[in-house]
Nanobody, 124 residues
Framework: QVQLVESGGGLVQAGGSLRLSCAAS????????MGWFRQAPGKEREFVVG????????YYADSVKGRFTISRDNAKNTVYLHMNSLKPEDTAVYYC?????????????????WGQGTQVTVSS
């Protein structure tokens, strides 16, 4: 069992930046591919960005490419979501998730463990 705890959400103006953190409880964190998802009110949960266990490959949703990125520090059992040039449409609850699959997929059902989510609100 892996417990994931997100932090770093908040209110930011359009054009601003935020960094979200996701701390994992398990020492084998480095064996999991990680993804960030988001869910806005009335919408389905959508993939944002993901990375393999080594951090060597990153996969982006088109909507965030060039603005968001993901990094991980396996020594600290933590993965980060770096968000720049934020837009009001980025407003959502952001979740980190872990999967035993090699490639972090875009389907939420491919993930085994989820954090509780952190709210990001971007004002115009």
């Amino acid at each position: 069992q892996v417990q994931l705890v997100e932090s770093g959400g908040g209110l930011v103006q359009a054009g601003g930046s935020l960094r979200l953190s996701c701390a994992a409880s398990k020492r084998t964190f480095s064996s999991y591919a990680m993804g960030w998802f988001r869910q806005a009110p009335g919408k389905e949960r959508e993939f944002v960005v993901g990375t393999r266990w080594s951090g060597s490959r990153i996969y982006y949703a088109d909507s965030v490419k060039g603005r968001f990125t993901i990094s991980r520090d396996n020594a600290k059992n933590t993965v980060y979501l770096h968000m720049n040039s934020l837009k009001p449409e980025d407003t959502a609850v952001y979740y980190c998730a872990a999967t035993t699959r090699i490639v972090p997929g875009t389907d939420p059902y491919e993930y085994d463990y989820w954090g509780q989510g952190t709210q990001v609100t971007v004002s115009s």
